[in-house]
């Protein structure tokens, strides 16, 4: 049995290959779509799945969910927006009100929201607040917030004088909220810049306990990270598969196959998703047996996303210029791909992290 993976998920991973493969992809290929219409095709089609829901469900198991995106990434088609409902994020379990004001209508698709964690470099100080009566008055600067133009509400690291770090709701309509810069990045993704002037918040919007802000964000990140490494493993499956069969290929001179040199590089591919897959569904299997695995989360995304990086470059290299014209599939795995050696974590700043978390704390596995 592959990957020891329990009958009943094997039998998921095949609805949801045969799903990516016959509705999916074209889905993502049909030029005559417009963005919000395959989000919304996308999410129906998700819906009917039972796959939307996934994300949302407390009680799904983290190798089911992992799977699952591995496989949706090996079709190319892991990254279309509408496949996952928003899941509750750092507002797991807050009380009312802010539970009917802002948990549910997120849950339900009728508000959008966006995770406002890292500054901006230039930044004098982190974003603060001050306790006023029953308000928190934020003032700070958050950069590279994604989809936070199209967000009803932010989810901000705050630091509360006098009470230490917490996940404080704001509203993107607060006055004192400014939006203060749209862009996108390489791959193609929608972030925001924004700035805290004053902006009087209730007090109530602080979530969870005071100071515990920081334990929360690293719950949403570690579960972020182990998405993306996931995401990593299908997409170094997916590329590998495509590079078999450019290598298989005949062509004037022979099949490239042939060669030592490439074959040599190919079983590298190989070796590298080998070891990829085996981490991501090791740390999957940690989290479901309820153990602390924030530091197998970083391992895993950074091992993930560097061999994945590596991987398509090889790829690239291996099946030559026409995989970076624009539309080629190994061209836009770059450009997705990139980026997620930044996101979540800048790469060298998670090694550090790993290392202090085992000399300073104690913490992590080998
Ligand atoms: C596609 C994408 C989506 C993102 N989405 C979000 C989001 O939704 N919400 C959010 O809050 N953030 C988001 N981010 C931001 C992301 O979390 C940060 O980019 C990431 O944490 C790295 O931070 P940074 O860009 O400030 O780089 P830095 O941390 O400044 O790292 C840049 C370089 O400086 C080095 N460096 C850093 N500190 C030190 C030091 N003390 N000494 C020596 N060298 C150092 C690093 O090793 C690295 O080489 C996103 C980023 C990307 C690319």
Not at 162 to 181: E, F, K, N, S, Y
Not at 248 to 267: I, M, P, T
């Amino acid at each position: 049995m592959p990957d020891f993976l329990p009958p009943d998920l094997q039998a998921q991973r095949q609805q949801v290959g045969d799903l990516a493969a016959t509705v999916l992809v074209p889905l993502r290929d049909d030029p005559s779509l417009t963005p919000e219409c395959r989000a919304a095709q996308v999410r129906a089609v998700s819906q009917a799945a039972g796959l939307y829901a996934l994300t949302q469900t407390e009680a799904a198991p983290e190798l089911t969910l992992l799977v699952l995106r591995e496989t949706l990434a090996q079709h190319g088609v892991g990254h279309l927006p509408g496949l996952f409902g928003a899941s509750a994020g750092v507002l797991q379990g807050v009380a009312e009100p802010l539970r009917s004001s802002h948990l549910l209508p997120m849950l339900a698709g009728d508000k959008h929201t966006a995770f406002a964690f890292t500054e901006p470099a230039d930044a004098p100080r982190a974003t603060w607040a001050r306790v006023d009566g029953e308000h928190l008055v934020v003032t700070g600067r958050k950069s590279y917030v994604t989809g936070g133009a199209d967000a009803q509400f932010l989810t901000v690291l705050v630091e509360i004088d006098g009470q230490g770090p917490a996940m404080v709701v704001i509203d993107t309509h607060t006055p004192g909220v400014t939006l203060t810069r749209r862009f996108t990045s390489l791959d193609g993704s929608h972030h925001a810049a924004f700035a805290f002037e004053q902006a009087r918040v209730p007090r109530h919007h602080a979530i969870g306990a005071p100071g515990d802000g920081r334990g929360r964000a690293l719950a949403k990140i570690s579960a972020l990270r182990r998405a993306i490494a996931a995401d990593c493993v299908g997409t170094m499956a997916g590329v590998i598969d495509l590079v078999a069969q450019e290598l298989q290929r005949e062509r004037r001179g022979g099949a490239r196959a042939a060669s030592e040199r490439v074959r040599l590089r190919y079983g590298e591919l190989r070796i590298q998703a080998y070891a990829v897959r085996a981490t991501v569904y090791r740390t999957a299997r940690l989290v479901d047996a309820g153990l602390d695995a924030v530091n197998e989360s970083i391992a895993a995304k950074v091992l993930a996303t560097e061999a994945a990086n590596q991987a398509v470059d090889t790829a690239i290299q291996l099946v030559g210029g026409e995989a970076l014209v624009d539309g080629h599939p190994l061209a836009a795995a770059l450009r997705r791909l990139r980026v997620l050696r930044l996101a979540e974590g800048e790469t060298d700043t998670l090694r550090v992290n790993v290392a202090r978390g085992h000399l300073d704390l104690g913490k992590g596995r080998l």
